[in-house]
């Protein structure tokens, strides 16, 4: 069973640089066909897409947040990581990172969610 951690600052500050990793063990991020997430959800909100990485390395971002999203990976330490640059209190949220696996019977597998806030 694949299981994700995230891991980062739990307070960034106005206009700086939102990095968080997502550390994967029980699965590979470079197993065909799994697409590697990051997903958050603001307070008294539901859950909103950030982009995804797939196994080849290829990413995707949400059209509201490309303009300051950045998704990368290190396939020897198995991790995936998000950027998020000049962050503004909106941008306070549980954030997860989520594999999906497709097959017949399609699984998702979720981090526990770290809280991030921004504030000064």
């Known amino acids: 069973q694949v299981q994700l951690q995230e891991s980062g600052p739990g307070l960034v500050k106005p206009s700086q640089t939102l990095s968080l990793t997502c550390t994967v063990s029980?699965?590979?991020?470079?197993?065909?066909?799994?697409?590697w997430n990051w997903i958050r959800q603001p307070p008294g909100k539901g859950l909103e897409w950030i982009g995804r990485i797939a196994d080849n390395g290829r990413t995707d971002y949400s059209p509201s947040l490309k303009s300051r999203t950045s998704i990368s990976r290190d396939t020897s330490k198995n991790q995936f990581t998000l950027q998020l640059s000049s962050v503004t209190p909106e941008d306070t949220a549980i954030y997860y990172c989520n594999v999906h696996v497709p097959g017949p019977v399609p699984v998702d597998y979720w981090g526990q969610g770290t809280q991030v806030t921004v504030s000064s």
């Open positions: 029980g699965g590979s991020i470079t197993t065909n066909y799994y697409y």
